[in-house]
T-cell receptor
Framework: DAGVIQSPRHEVTEMGQEVTLRCKPI?????LFWYRQTMMRGLELLIY????????DSGMPEDRFSAKMPNASFSTLKIQPSEPRDSAVYFC??????????????FGDGTRLSIL | DAKTTQPNSMESNEEEPVHLPCNHS???????IHWYRQLPSQGPEYVIH???SNVNNRMASLAIAEDRKSSTLILHRATLRDAAVYYC???????????FGKGTRLHILP
């Protein structure tokens, strides 16, 4: 079975440019999560969706960040304009069912983003 | 949110058992204990979870103290591929969110 698929795997761009990260969750999963990982701050939850609806975006750093989930099989995380401090590895994860803390999350391999 | 405390790092020899401790003294009755690990250059990977009873699966065993204030992840026979950061996490029943701490970096010596 295909796991969570993220693209691109690596992105290098200049400060000020728009960056779009993409995620395809596992089929049948109805919760989707975006995380950011840096050496300084570790793994941080940015936002998560249940049934394509954003539930908690309290981890989104600022208005430059936005996330959408137009359908059950696709989500984007956009940064506009990008800044060097946004450089990090961004992970997408998905899981079944909104209720119950016993549903494991399945993570993609991440997008390594470098803003010059 | 209830917090977990783990050692920053541990070492173990290959082919020996590894016991990774986690303290969670403020755990509530509806908190599940989850373990994830993150191999180098990969996303986190679910390992195991439990509520009150000890749990076993193909990857590991989870031993939960009777008062639930601590737990131990047991790798029965460590291999070099088990070198990773191991995260002990509390998840409240009905809560989708996972809050990751710093975890324990496990080094496996050949």
């Amino acid at each position: 079975d295909a796991g969570v698929i993220q693209s691109p795997r690596h992105e290098v761009t200049e400060m000020g440019q728009e960056v779009t990260l993409r995620c395809k969750p596992i089929s049948g999963h109805n919760s989707l999560f975006w995380y950011r990982q840096t050496m300084m701050r570790g793994l941080e939850l940015l936002i998560y969706f249940n049934n394509n609806v954003p539930i908690d975006d309290s981890g989104m750093p600022e208005d430059r960040f936005s996330a959408k989930m137009p359908n059950a099989s696709f989500s984007t995380l956009k940064i506009q304009p990008s800044e060097p401090r946004d450089s990090a590895v961004y992970f997408c994860a998905s899981s079944k069912a909104a209720a119950g803390a016993n549903q494991p999350q399945h993570f993609g391999d991440g997008t390594r983003l470098s803003i010059l | 949110d209830a917090k977990t405390t783990q050692p920053n790092s541990m070492e173990s020899n290959e082919e020996e058992p590894v016991h990774l401790p986690c303290n969670h003294s403020t755990i509530s009755g509806t908190d599940y204990i989850h373990w994830y690990r993150q191999l180098p250059s990969q996303g986190p990977e679910y390992v195991i979870h439990g509520l009150t009873s000890n749990v076993n699966n193909r990857m590991a065993s989870l031993a939960i103290a009777e008062d639930r204030k601590s737990s131990t992840l047991i790798l029965h026979r460590a291999t070099l591929r088990d070198a990773a950061v191991y995260y002990c996490i509390l998840r409240r029943r009905g809560d989708d969110k996972i809050i990751f701490g710093k975890g324990t970096r496990l080094h496996i010596l050949p």
